[in-house]
């Protein structure tokens, strides 16, 4: 069992942190329903106790339903002749926790302190992140435009902070970058200011190593003295009560000093149950951008974008095969194509959609999500209320008629069917019906837009 949970454990948390804080935990007696875990400091046991003593509780009752209860304890044998053996990349954790740091003894001998390898505050900004980089759409022109205002004037009333928020790979930390990016030219109107970016994760593990290190005070006034302080994926935060503290006053400290923050989470502030009520309040009171998945023309915007800069030439048909293909994620999107660029410069052949479909094989069979036909035109009749049946029947007016065409689009996008194959499902009709449809419904999504947008949805519906 132990084992089980110790793996479960470390994938949940990832290996960094699971080195830091559970490496060390040692399994103690088993008394009914309860169950001792021992760590060898006090730092340790009360860290864990905050941060995984819920999860620990819920793993080990999933593992052996009789245990309602984890005791968290130091190890008895904690003393100089029975220490833990050091991890070999010095992660370890041995330090008081935040609120008596001062009055702790230093690192003790048995353990490497967390020392960092960048010793900067902030993370390196990406170059290639700018705002020249990143193609603005519907989804995401609120979001840019905030960016941009943030950029050119920081700590403006109503942009402070500015929250931005969104799926996976939708450019967030893109703009984050871009927008640190702008304000650190040294070309800038007004002069560069001093900007720190990093992610949420980083932030804490800092905090840690500085209460370790017993370095809070110069860590709290490193960023209280940059002008602009960006965290991203502050979602990492929830559950992590110290960190969330320590950033809350930081946050109100700046604020009040009049700098300016940054944020990006997955959710908005209100979403972010786990966050401090007070925290999510503050965040939300200055400018919430939301960027919406991507849609088919972003996507191919972005494709176009990027397979231009290249310089190898892409045909539009790959193009659309891929905003088609991969559509959640815009950075899985550029993987693909990048992939693809690799392999033509490699083997200097020009790149098809034959090949296309053989070089990202991989790629595109997990995105293949085993739509079926009868899917697609039960959300297609429901969409325009039409009965199913009407997906098969021979009837012609143009309330069924256009429905059944999309219908028949979708699944020629969506499945994996033969033309025939589709046409069958469709009361048996030829397969020049179906690509008859297909590019009816093509033209009519270029001619109107309301139409196209009705496409788009079911298409998302469909794909989600
Ligand atoms: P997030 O932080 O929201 O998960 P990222 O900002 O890391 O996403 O974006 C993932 C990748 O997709 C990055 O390489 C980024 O440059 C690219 N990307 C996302 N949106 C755009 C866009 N609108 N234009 C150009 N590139 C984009
Ligand atoms: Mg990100």
Redesign the pocket.
Known sequence: HWARICARLQLEVGEVEYRTWLRQMTLGAVDQDEITLYLPTRFLRDWVRSQYGDRLGALWNAEVAEIRRVELALAPDHSANARPEPPEDGMTASEPRPAMAASLPGPSSAFTPVVEKNSDLAAPLDP??SFD?????KP?EFAYACARRVAERPSSPGFNPLFLY??????????MHAVGLELTRPDRSGGAVSVAYMSAEKFMYRFIAAIRSQQTMEFKEQLRSVDVLMI??LQFLIGKDNTQEEFFHTFNALVDAGKQIVV?ADKSPSDLSGLEDRLRTRLGCGMVAD?HATTFE?RIS?LE??AQASGVAVPPKVLEFLAHKITT???EL?GALNRLIAHANLFGRPVTLEATQEVLHDILKAHDRRVTIEEIQRKVSEHWNIRLTDMSSARRARAVARPRQVAMYLSKQLTSRSLPEIGRKFGNRDHTTVMHAVSRVQELMTTDSAFAEDVELLRRMLES
């Open positions: 290639r992140f980089g990143f193609v603005v759409g995401n969104g799926g996976v790979g939708l450019g967030k930390t893109h703009l991203d994926d990006s960027i972003l972005i974008a990027k994620n815009v950075r550029e």
